[in-house]
């Protein structure tokens, strides 16, 4: 069985930084684009950052670009998603996923919470 | 980039069809049939109802299909449930800025 689990989320001031990880499990995690998307309160579903198989590829959202950072380390079947000069807005639930095909999200952890504020 | 538009709300009676609809650009939906639909209940992750435009994942019911005309794709749910009052989000690959992949503004379906 497919699972992604999500950790590392909590309370955090503006400016400050969090590492959030991703437990992945039941497939081979070295085969597949990996991606965080994130979602803020009572808002739509926002793309934040994708990654080749093997590291060698990196794409972020433009709101993001030189303060976050995705990584992966296929030997611990481990996502993570290193978020530093964190601002209010980047307050959302985070959630990793895996890519099917070219463009499709076929499994999601169940996210977890970052929230900035002083 | 801006996301994909998706109307705000849509409503139907139970065994109803609805269609949600989904605008964008030849950058993202009208430039590649790499549109995808999420179903999202209150407080549960997303998940995968029609991929590539018209394809359904296994064990998504077929009442769900999905379509794909110039720069606008939609998503139909046929014989409407109780069940399936939800939002729902469109997907695209896009050229036109990175991560490569932008979501539509999401629908709130109801179900009267």
């Known amino acids: 069985e497919v699972q992604l689990v999500e950790s590392g989320g909590g309370l955090v001031q503006p400016g400050g930084s969090l590492r959030l990880s991703c437990a992945a499990s039941?497939?081979?995690?070295?085969?597949?684009?990996m991606s965080w998307v994130r979602q803020a309160p009572g808002k739509g579903l926002e793309w934040v950052a994708n990654?080749?198989?093997?590291?060698?590829?990196?794409y972020y959202v433009d709101s993001v670009k030189g303060r976050f950072t995705i990584s992966r380390d296929n030997a611990k079947n481990s996502l993570y998603l290193q978020m530093n000069s964190l601002r209010a807005e980047d307050t959302a639930v985070y959630y990793c996923?895996?890519?099917?095909?070219?463009?499709?999200?076929?499994?999601w952890g169940q996210g977890t919470l970052v929230t900035v504020s002083s | 980039q801006s996301a994909l538009t998706q109307p705000a709300s849509v409503s139907g009676s139970p065994g109803q069809s609805i269609t949600i609809s989904c605008t964008g650009t030849?950058?993202?939906?009208?430039?590649?049939?790499?549109v995808s639909w999420y179903q999202q209940h209150p407080g549960k992750a997303p998940k995968l109802m029609i991929y590539?435009?018209?394809n359904r994942p296994s064990g998504v019911s077929n009442r769900f299909s999905g379509s794909k005309s110039g720069n606008t794709a939609s998503l139909t749910i046929s014989g409407l449930q109780a069940e399936d009052e939800a939002d729902y989000y469109c997907?695209?690959?896009?050229?036109?800025?990175?991560?490569?992949?932008?979501f539509g503004t999401g629908t709130k379906v109801t179900v009267l």
């Open positions: 996923a895996r890519f099917f095909g070219a463009a499709n999200v076929d499994y």
């Open positions: 039941g497939f081979t995690f070295s085969s597949y684009w």
């Open positions: 990654i080749k198989q093997d590291g060698s590829e990196k």
């Open positions: 030849s950058s993202d939906v009208g430039g590649y049939n790499y």
């Open positions: 590539e435009v018209s």
């Open positions: 997907s695209s690959y896009t050229s036109s800025s990175t991560p490569y992949y932008v």
